[in-house]
């Protein structure tokens, strides 16, 4: 069951990315385009609970899909299992949301 939820969460997230990444390297491929330097890009975001709810969103998906990945990844190439193994999942997930967000703040002018 643990196994089907974890499938799932990693669909789900990976559906939510898709799109945030296109749009993601859109905005960059336009804002470079344009000329804009990254102090331009974020003075337009600074203060924005769209762009600050957007990047949030794709931290958050990001950080559960990659956990997840990882958690994969170290059961079957480091054979880990049980206690040991969830608890790195969790922490590099955590780890990644922290990093993201740190990001995100940082981007709305936190």
Known sequence: MLELRLYL??????????PLVLLHLG????????GLSAEEILGRTRGSLFWGGTYGLFVIAVAVH????LRTIMAEWLR?????????????????????????VAVIGG
Do not use: E, H
């Open 80 to 104: 880990l299992r049980g206690p040991l193994l969830s608890g790195l999942s969790w922490f590099f997930g955590f780890a990644l949301l922290a990093a993201g967000w740190r990001a995100v």
């Open 9 to 18: 969460a990693q669909r789900i997230s990976a559906a939510i990315m898709a």
């Open 27 to 34: 905005l960059m491929i336009y804002a470079i385009q344009g």
């Open 66 to 69: 990659a956990a997840i990945g």
